[in-house]
């Protein structure tokens, strides 16, 4: 069998291109000026709330617990009920990114959207700590489940040549959440109590208004039209035996080379943004010599300029500089990552670390993660790879987490080895890896065809 010929003409009849039409050269995105239709943004802003909702409650969570000291909450229950969070996230993902390929993404982020309204309003209603134990396991496990799923989601609805573009969105919706909720932080922060509340039934608001207008939304076209042709291609096999796609294939080569590499991919070069997240304020306050108001305008202003970059992320994506602003942005994530150790550790090399890190990031960071993700895993293994990768990372940075104070402790250079290094093995494992592997879809398409696994993965 000719793989190649066989393989053209399976792409060919998937996407319903005719035959004479096979050896004509296809547009490029910079040739033609994609329009995005209102659905297709509808889709990127609902399903993106996940990012929103994300942040949300993660920020949310360490300002209201603070605030819920009045209900008799210690450091240690704060500890405990973080690290709950951290790890239902985890294995949130890995059972919702499943389920989204088995069952369709719209049952699945339906039902997840009612569980974290649920949790959401659990933590803010809870009249004592024990219904924080209650709220916090719902709350990690909901939206851990949503992500991978929405993600899929804002993809496969979106066209040729946008994808890119909508699914980055989803990045500037998690920065706006920060924004949104330091805000609300600032107007509730001497309320005690009530300030916590307050925190919580903010974002309650935001999922059930999201709940309700998702309830509108479709199921993906993309993985209806896959599933529909795996259920036939299974009940033709099987003599009316329907057998879904199994997680083995992805464990399995050639998948397992995606999956492996975009989690050593994303679990590593999270390590740095999850430290700034929880420990920059440390770092300025301890070695710094500045106050935790002068740290916070500093997170404001890094804020505004991930905002900034996402939208610059948004626009060169989907273009042939795709890979020119990697190789940029990973030199300056790098360098950023190595300010403190090269120039010792100040404030102004802090401040460095956190805006050039935060520049460098949008690009050679999670928002790549994100494209890769969607690319590189066909539809009805794209959530699972998702979820997988996610729960990957997230144990990875509770783990780091752990053991980053006690670093510090030692002095912060050897923290800063710990995050060079990672992040320079992430931008060798991007550039010399990642990109260079084929899509999910045509990749599937060629073992349709007949290829082995070993002729269906090459790089390019």
């Known amino acids: 069998m000719d793989v190649s010929h066989s393989l053209h003409e399976t792409i060919q009849r998937r996407i ?147 994808k890119g573009k909508l699914v980055a969105f989803s990045h500037v919706l998690w920065m706006v959440a920060i924004g949104t909720v330091s805000l609300v932080q600032v107007f509730a922060g001497g309320l005690g109590v009530l300030g916590g509340r307050i925190m919580w039934i903010h974002l309650l608001i935001v999922a059930v208004v999201v709940l309700v207008l998702r309830s509108t939304m479709p199921e993906s076209s993309e993985w209806q039209r896959a599933h529909d042709r795996a259920v036939r291609s299974a009940t033709s096999a099987q003599g009316g035996e329907i057998k879904a796609v199994t997680l083995k294939q992805l464990f399995s080569k050639p998948f397992i080379f995606p999956l492996v590499g975009l989690a050593l991919f994303y679990g590593i070069v999270n390590l740095s943004a999850n430290t700034g997240g929880q420990f920059a304020t440390l770092l300025y306050t301890e070695f710094a010599g500045m106050s935790v108001s002068q740290a916070g305008l500093v997170g404001v202003v890094g804020l505004a300029v991930g905002v900034g970059m996402s939208l610059v992320f948004m626009r ?113 494992l991007g550039w010399f890896w990642l990109r260079r592997m084929p899509k999910g879809e045509d990749v599937e398409a060629a073992l349709e065809a007949g290829a082995t696994p070993e002729q269906a993965f090459q790089l390019k």
């Open 16 to 162: 319903g291109v005719p035959a004479m039409t096979a050896t004509a050269t296809a547009p490029t995105v910079d040739s033609v000026k994609v329009r995005i239709p209102k659905n297709a943004w509808k889709v990127a802003v609902l399903a993106g709330m996940a990012s929103y909702l994300d942040a949300g409650v993660l920020v949310t969570n360490g300002g209201a617990l603070v605030l819920y000291k009045g209900l008799g909450v210690t450091n240690q229950h704060i500890s405990q009920l973080s690290a709950i969070l951290t790890f239902l996230f985890a294995f949130g993902a890995l059972f919702g990114g499943r389920l989204g390929d088995r069952f369709g993404r719209r049952k699945v982020f339906t039902a997840t959207m009612i569980g974290l309204a649920a949790g959401i309003a659990i933590m803010a209603f809870a009249p004592s700590i024990a219904f924080l134990y209650v709220g916090i396991p719902i709350l990690g496990f909901s939206i851990g489940a949503d992500l991978p799923v929405s993600m899929s989601m804002i993809a496969e609805e979106a066209p040729e040549g946008a």
């Open 316 to 428: 060169v994506i989907d273009t042939k500089y795709r890979y020119a602003a990697f190789a940029i942005g990973a030199v300056i994530y790098t360098f950023s990552q190595a300010l403190p150790l090269i120039f010792g550790v100040h404030a102004w090399t802090l401040i460095g670390w956190q805006l050039l890190g935060g520049v460098g990031g949008l690009v050679a960071g999670e928002p790549m993660w994100k494209i890769w993700s969607q690319e590189l895993f066909p539809t009805l293994l794209r959530s699972s790879g998702q979820g997988f990768t996610t729960f990957f990372t997230r144990i990875l940075a509770a783990l780091m987490a752990l053991i980053t104070a006690s670093l510090m402790a030692t002095g912060p250079a050897t923290l800063f080895i710990i995050l060079t290094v990672a992040v320079a093995f992430t931008s060798v």
